[in-house]
């Protein structure tokens, strides 16, 4: 579980930094990895 926490935390770390670049990135893509992240945490704290 914390392999896949800290993948989610670092790939929406990476698509912040995209979308700070400029580069218009689709909000399912976001949104995505934002649930996986919350799935994760809420695992891992239950």
């Known amino acids: 579980m914390a392999?896949?926490?800290?993948?989610a935390?670092?790939?929406i770390s990476v698509?912040?930094?995209i979308v700070?670049?400029?580069v218009?990135?689709?909000p399912d893509i976001l949104?995505?990895?934002k649930?996986?992240?919350d799935n994760t945490e809420n695992?891992?704290?239950g």
């Open 9 to 11: 935390n670092e790939g």
């Open 31 to 33: 949104d995505a990895l």
């Open 15 to 17: 698509t912040e930094n």
């Open 35 to 37: 649930k996986l992240k």
């Open 24 to 26: 218009h990135l689709p």
């Open 20 to 22: 700070l670049f400029g």
């Open 3 to 7: 392999v896949l926490f800290y993948t």
């Open 43 to 45: 695992k891992m704290l």
